[in-house]
Structure formats: C-alpha cells, structure tokens
C-alpha cells in the first residue's frame, strides 16, 4: 500500500496553530483511505498521543524528520523505503533542499511544501535572485509543488520565492463555523464584566508583531462605558501591562490571559479587533470571529483583506495608526445596525470559502496525483 507522509515541525503535545495543522492532517487522512492510501504523521517527540488525530485514519509516530542532519535524512530514506511513502507534505519548510533529491531517488514522487509562514520576504535581484530563481527549478531538488494558504502567500512564492506559477496552489485555510454559540450575556458575566458595560475583545499571542500596543493606545479615545479585553500570552505580556498602567483609561483594559475558549470569549463583545501589524498569511484571528458572525475591526496587512472586505464583511485600517483603529471602533459602536450587517456578511463570506470540506478537497489534488488507487 502506497503511503502520504505529513511532517510536524512540532511535538505532538504541542496546541495553538499546530492542533488546527494536526487537524488537516488527520482529514486528508480520513480522505485518502477511502482510495486506499495510507497516511503517516511524524513528530520529532511524539510525547503524547496526538488529540488532533484521535480517531483519524493518520497514524502518528515519533521520528525526527527536520532534514536538517544526516541522521534525520537517514531517518527519512528508511522510513520512505520501508513504508512505500509516495508524497511527503512539509510545513513551513523551504522551497529548495537537497534532500528533496534524495527523497525522489528513494520512491516519493511528490514533495510538498505547505506555507502557513507570515510576514514578507525580500524580492533577490542580480545574480543571486537569478541563482535563486534557477535553484526552484531544479529537477528533484525543489518541491514539486507548493500549498499557500492565500492569496497573498502565493504572490509572495512567485515574487519572492521565483516559484514558478504553474507549482502555486492557493488552498485558503478552513476555519470551523460553531453549530451553536454561547449566550453573549452568560459568557460576559463569566468574565465579571458589569451589566451594561460595552465590550471590545481581542485575542493572539502577546508579540510586538501582533500591535496590541496600539490597541491599548486605540482604548484610550473610547467612550467611558467601554472595557477592553485582550486574551493571550506571550513575551511582550510584561510591557502591554506598563503600558496599561500608564493609560488614562488603564483601568478599563485587561489583560486576561490564555484561554481555551478564548474565541468564544472574544465573539462575546460588541466589537471583535485585530491590530497585527505584520503580513498575516491567513489570520486566525480574524476568521474566527466573523465565523461567527461578530463585526470586526482589522489592519489592511498580509491575507487579511482576503478575509475581510472593508466595507462589507468589516472595517480596515492601515497597521500601526491608533487613531484610525479608534474611530473605526468608535463608528461600529454607535452604529450597530451597521456592526451587525457587517457581522452577517463576514460570516456567510466565511461558509461559503473557508469551510472544511474545500479546504481538504483542495489538500487531496495536490497531493494525491502521484498517489495511484489500488
């Protein structure tokens, strides 16, 4: 029986975005049993069995893949060979190894890159955007195809990248739409937030590039009835928290942590806000307040206008301008026939693009063609 093999960068223990990545991982699977295809996970540390894969067809085991020793490409040959691997599918690893050619002299047909990876990369030119351009057409050594999870990560693979177009799929990650949603009074009184209050929720990881900083700058011209939640945890946790005390309105922001149900928590306020200053390759953190369906305030940076259509499914401001990020706050909160419209519009724009069902289907034709039924 012919094998796909998925490549974790990550223990199987590990949350955040890797559950979300495990998940693909254990759909596919489910999808390609069904042609008889088999389907391995390999974690550097497999410390835990892994919850994403829980009654998947995925089958999940420990071994260090990184490529990046001789002992982990030995690694990766043995079990290529033994296992009858015909795909392999790597996240977030470069286009070009010389080990994607070893990997083809041992039977896989098919290398794939995954790009979940934010940010921008800088445009080579002279010699060495030529040599670059010349290294992702080299036969064997470059990745067969490359998987980008918008729009954005593909014109920067192309530009960038020098991946030709013709190896770019644009597969739009899913985001899971809730069958239900907690009343919004229950979730704000388990937040000790004071009936009548307005709320304004944000949540990621508490990193200079995520521009919660200008969010609580932004909190300082909203109206007195107005509390700002952030949820997450991070490195830059300490400094948000001098900055809250140095505020005006310090009082009347929070800092509230890592949470489980922190989306669910965020879908609870008035205005849902996402300040990241950087490229977003997708944005998480947007799509899933408007899955369900939360007017939402974002910056016009990477993926995210993919998402949100200024406008129609919310409002977008340029990355580090807290004054704009307020009035469009400020707008949302003394219009809410308009908040709502707009809630409405981000969640069927949602459904209908970003469910599951597209997404894995997306993920099968580029991986399955060397994968033939038996």
């Known amino acids: 029986m012919d094998s796909l093999l998925c490549v974790a960068n990550f223990p199987a223990s590990t949350g955040y975005a890797w559950t979300f990545i495990g998940r693909m991982f254990a759909e596919v699977a489910n999808a390609l049993a069904r042609d008889g295809i088999r389907t391995l996970v390999a974690y550097p540390l497999l410390d835990t069995p892994p919850a994403a894969l829980a009654g998947s067809a995925a ?9 990046g020793s001789p002992r982990s490409v030995r690694a990766a040959l043995e079990l290529v060979r033994r296992e009858h691997v015909r795909a392999v599918w790597l996240v977030d690893r470069a286009v070009v190894s010389p080990a994607y050619a070893l990997l083809h002299a041992a039977g896989v047909r098919r290398v794939v890159v995954h790009d979940h990876s934010s940010g921008s990369l800088p445009v080579r030119h002279g010699l060495r955007g030529l040599a670059k351009c010349l290294a992702t057409r080299l036969p064997w050594a470059a990745a067969d195809a490359v998987v980008a999870v918008s729009g954005y990560v593909g014109e920067r693979q192309r530009v960038a990248g020098c991946v030709p177009a013709e190896r770019i799929h644009v597969v739009p990650n899913p985001v899971s739409i809730p069958d239900t949603v907690r009343p919004v009074a229950e979730v704000r009184a388990a937040l000790g937030l004071a009936p009548g209050r307005r709320l304004v929720a944000a949540a990621g990881r508490l990193t200079p590039v995520k521009g ?13 009835d107005v509390d700002v939640l952030v949820f997450g945890d991070g490195p830059e946790r300490a400094r948000l928290e001098a900055q809250r005390v140095r505020l005006r309105t310090g009082e009347r922001i929070r800092l509230a942590g890592e949470r489980p149900d922190a989306a669910e928590c965020v879908a609870a306020a008035d205005v849902c806000v996402v300040p990241s200053r950087w490229e977003e390759a997708f944005c998480l953190a947007a799509a899933e307040p408007l899955a369900r ?18 406008g129609r499914t919310g409002i977008l401001v340029p990355p580090r301008d807290p004054p704009a990020l307020a009035a469009a706050i400020r707008r949302l909160l003394e219009t809410p026939e308009l908040a709502t419209t707009l809630g409405r519009a981000g969640r069927a724009h949602l459904v209908a693009a970003h469910g599951w069902p597209q997404a894995i289907s997306g993920l099968v034709s580029v991986l399955a063609p060397p994968l033939p039924k038996r």
């Open 59 to 67: 089958e999940p085991l420990g071994v260090d893949l990184s490529l």
């Open 212 to 224: 919660f900083a200008d969010l609580l700058d932004a909190a300082d011209a909203l109206p007195p």
């Open 293 to 310: 369906g939360r007017p939402l305030v974002a910056t016009r940076v990477g993926a995210v206008p993919e998402l949100v259509e200024d």
